[in-house]
């Protein structure tokens, strides 16, 4: 006889104190939930569908590579001859309640989207710029690892690098300005 969700989730509520070792519960947020059952480079590929599809969904006409290539994501703006290019980063919380980045290779990407998956708050996604990555890292003195730099960081307007991040909304915040002064 096959075990069914149904059976799991009855289960569950006989049990009024039952303790889970994850922070992710469908019952605090769903989005969260289901992208937490997934492997990291899973929940990764994901994520850049969905950012795809949201940059779509501001006029931003792009494209999504395999999980192989050096970007994620490559959109063109007018006056500049080569695309642009998008690297996305997702993370689950840790047990110290922030959110852990690996592989950050800044000259690999023109953009970076920091996707933070929150227990409580769902998929939250803010996007910066190498240039600012890249004077986060020198003012913390982060050194280079052989697979790229690694951030452990909420990803809120002001975190302890001092690198602003931008609303998914916001995107491209400096594309708009080159497309215009070029």
């Known amino acids: ?4 969700l149904h059976d799991l989730r009855y289960a569950e509520q006989q049990i009024p104190n039952l303790k889970r070792e994850s922070s992710y519960t469908a019952k605090k947020n769903t989005v969260s ?3 937490s059952l997934h492997s990291s480079k899973d929940r990764g590929e994901i994520v850049e569908h969905i950012i795809s599809r ?11 590579f395999d999980h192989n290539a050096p970007y994620d994501i490559a959109f063109s703006i007018k006056n500049k001859k ?3 290019r998008i690297e996305v980063k997702s993370s689950l919380m840790n047990k110290y309640f922030t959110w852990f980045y690996q592989n950050i290779k800044p000259n690999n990407f023109d953009y ?15 996007w910066t710029t190498r240039r600012r990555i890249m004077d ?3 003012k913390s003195g982060l050194k280079r690892n052989a697979n790229g730099y690694s951030l452990s960081m909420k990803i809120t307007k002001t975190n302890k690098y ?4 931008f609303d998914l909304e916001d995107f491209p915040h400096e594309s708009k300005k080159i497309a215009c002064n070029s």
Do not use: A, C, H
């Open 1 to 4: 006889m096959k075990t069914t």
């Open 33 to 35: 939930f289901e992208l």
């Open 54 to 64: 949201k940059l779509k969904q501001l006029g931003i006409e792009n494209t999504t």
């Open 82 to 84: 080569r695309s642009l």
């Open 112 to 126: 970076i989207f920091f996707s933070q998956v929150d227990p409580i708050k769902g998929l939250l996604i803010q």
């Open 136 to 138: 986060g890292i020198k």
């Open 162 to 165: 001092g690198i602003k991040m």
